[in-house]
T-cell receptor, first 115, second 111 residues
C-alpha cells in the first residue's frame, strides 16, 4: 500500500520547455489535488479533481493544465515552463468529493527548478 | 474570506521544554474542519489531526495535544517534553471546500 506516489522527485527545466508531473494513489480516494509550495509560504492549490472526469481550478491555475486519467491518476502539465514556476509540487488525495473535509494524504513532492 | 494565521514564524527551544504553536483562523461558516500537518526536513507532509467545528474537546496523543477554542477562533498545538525529532515546519489548515493553509511555524529543538 504505497499511498500517494509522485514522479519525478527532481526536475530541472529550461524556460519554455514542457513537462508532466505524474501522481497516483492506491487508496481508492475520490478527490485528488495539486499544490505548490514556495519558500516561507503555505501550500497553494493549483487544480483539483473531485471525481474521475472532473477538474477544477484552484487558487493559482495559470500556466498549468491537469488530467484526471482515471480514479487513481492525476497529472499536472506545464506547457511552457517559466522561472516563476520553480517550486515544490505536491499531489494529494482524499476520500471526499471535492469538499476538502476529509484528511488529505500527500505524496513525497517534486522539486522543480526552471532556469 | 477564510484565512489562517500562524503568527510565529520560527520557534527555538531546548529539548524537553514544552512548546505551543499558535493557529488563529477566520471563517464565516458554522461547519468547518481544522487540520495540523508536520513537514520534517525531509520534506514530506505528515497528517497529525483533523477536528470538526462541532467538537471542541481538547485532544491528546502522546506528547501532542491540541486546544480548540471557537470563542477565540484558535486551534493551538502543544508539544510536551519536546525532542529533537520534533524539529519541523508545522502547518495549520482550515477547510471548507478548499484547504486554506497557514504559512507554517518552523520549530527548532536544540539538544
Amino acid at each position: 500500500n504505497a499511498g500517494v506516489t509522485q514522479t519525478p522527485k527532481f526536475q530541472v527545466l529550461k524556460t519554455g520547455q514542457s513537462m508532466t508531473l505524474q501522481c497516483a494513489q492506491d487508496m481508492n480516494h475520490n478527490s485528488m489535488y495539486w499544490y505548490r509550495q514556495d519558500p516561507g509560504m503555505g501550500l497553494r492549490l493549483i487544480y483539483y479533481s473531485a471525481s474521475e472526469g472532473t477538474t477544477d481550478k484552484g487558487e493559482v491555475p495559470n500556466g498549468y493544465n491537469v488530467s484526471r486519467l482515471n480514479k487513481r491518476e492525476f497529472s499536472l502539465r506545464l506547457e511552457s515552463a517559466a522561472p516563476s514556476q520553480t517550486s515544490v509540487y505536491f499531489c494529494a488525495s482524499s476520500e471526499d468529493r471535492g469538499t476538502s473535509t476529509d484528511t488529505q494524504y500527500f505524496g513525497p513532492g517534486t522539486r522543480l527548478t526552471v532556469l | 474570506a477564510q484565512k489562517v494565521t500562524q503568527a510565529q514564524t520560527e520557534i527555538s527551544v531546548v529539548e524537553k521544554e514544552d512548546v505551543t504553536l499558535d493557529c488563529v483562523y477566520e471563517t464565516r461558516d458554522t461547519t468547518y474542519y481544522l487540520f495540523w500537518y508536520k513537514q520534517p526536513p525531509s520534506g514530506e507532509l505528515v497528517f497529525l489531526i483533523r477536528r470538526n467545528s462541532f467538537d471542541e474537546q481538547n485532544e491528546i496523543s502522546g506528547r501532542y495535544s491540541w486546544n480548540f477554542q471557537k470563542s477565540t477562533s484558535s486551534f493551538n498545538f502543544t508539544i510536551t517534553a519536546s525532542q529533537v525529532v520534533d524539529s519541523a515546519v508545522y502547518f495549520c489548515a482550515l477547510s471548507n471546500y478548499q484547504l486554506i493553509w497557514g504559512a507554517g511555524t518552523k520549530l527548532i529543538i536544540k539538544p
